[in-house]
């Protein structure tokens, strides 16, 4: 049998070869970095598509603010400060919002009612315990009308969260609206009346709070801010008070407001505080509560009972509170 030739290369042949391996392993370590390139890409992309579908499962998964013709009122706790949300028809007020520490607590409340817009925002007075955490909650809002008492010049504040309220006001196009004795506001099936302040100049910025007797149905809510004895018997004296039903106590159930004339003049059923536990000023006083005590034994406070929401169907009054 012929014996086989064995298979032989010269030696530039090997270099050729040598030289093909080279380019072709090059092209192949191109075209791996290049699918890596790809699969990087490729899971971006992935992971924004799983962005935006837990965005939109999260949108249809929100809370939607309820829509029918009660009134619910709820007098969030904030502390030793103010704060009142309005919902009726699907129509806001936010009445107050309490000191900045508590911007985040009013706004979360707000999102898990399934609110958006606020149509009405009233700052009742620009003391701190009041609208020191405003311009933060509406930072986070829709905001239809910003209303305000009326003040002179020199009573005008300067503080940081009065200039940062401005600002926003500014930043999101909104005018000032000065709140006028006679007003009526629109809350869905609620009518808000301003009766409150009756003067143009007080030596205390307490009784330029806006005061507000809101009607529904043949309920009556009332609003005082901080009003203190001289706007009180202001109100009485220019007949601009009827019975109210609810009554949000005026300065935290301070001595100062809540005389004996006005309770007298509102008869109210139900009172409700807005307080701080163990807050410095001793609030509400014994001689509030007392002054009180002759017209309703069903005196509610956000130190004891946390948040309260208080409904109203026109004809009658369902109140909830956090704590018991």
Not at 29 to 46: D, E, P, R, T, Y
Not at 118 to 132: C, K, N, R
Not at 275 to 283: E, K, L, T
Not at 292 to 297: C, D, F, G, L, R
């Amino acid at each position: 049998m012929e014996k086989q030739k064995q298979f032989r290369i010269t030696e530039e042949q090997r270099k050729k070869l040598r030289k093909t391996v080279r380019k072709h392993g090059k092209h192949f370590k191109k075209a791996s970095k290049k699918k890596k390139g790809l699969n990087i890409a490729l899971v971006l992309i992935l992971l924004l598509l799983a962005g935006v579908f837990l965005w939109l499962h999260n949108r249809r998964n929100e809370p939607e603010l309820e829509v029918n013709s009660d009134l619910s009122v709820h007098y969030i706790d904030v502390g030793q400060g103010d704060c009142e949300l309005l919902v009726s028809g699907g129509k806001t007020m936010l009445i107050d919002c309490g000191e900045s520490q508590y911007a985040g607590k009013v706004t979360d409340y707000l999102r898990e009612l399934g609110v958006k817009r606020l149509d009405y925002v009233v700052a009742t007075h620009p003391h701190s315990d009041h609208m020191g955490g405003m311009a933060s909650v509406m930072k986070q809002f829709d905001i239809g009308e910003v209303i305000m008492p009326p003040l002179p010049d020199e009573d005008v504040p300067t503080t940081n969260f009065f200039e940062n309220f401005l600002s926003v006001c500014e930043d999101k196009g909104l005018e000032l609206t000065e709140a006028k004795v006679g007003d009526e506001l629109e809350i869905g099936d609620a009518r808000a009346k301003v009766v409150a302040p009756n003067s143009a100049k007080y030596e205390d910025l307490n009784n330029y709070s806006v005061v507000l007797l809101v009607t529904h149905g043949s309920k009556k809510f009332i609003f005082d801010g901080d009003a203190e004895k001289i706007s009180e018997k202001e109100m009485i004296s220019g007949g601009l008070l009827s019975q109210a039903d609810v009554y949000k106590v005026g300065h935290h159930g301070s001595n100062s407001s809540s005389c004996a004339a006005y309770m007298k003049e509102i008869q109210p059923k139900i009172a409700v505080i807005s307080c701080g536990a163990g807050n410095p000023y001793g609030h509400p006083k014994d001689g509030a509560i007392k002054r009180m005590s002759p017209y309703t034994e069903e005196i509610y406070r956000t130190d004891l009972c946390g948040t309260i929401n208080i409904v109203s169907d026109g004809k009658e009054l369902t109140v909830r509170t956090e704590r018991n």
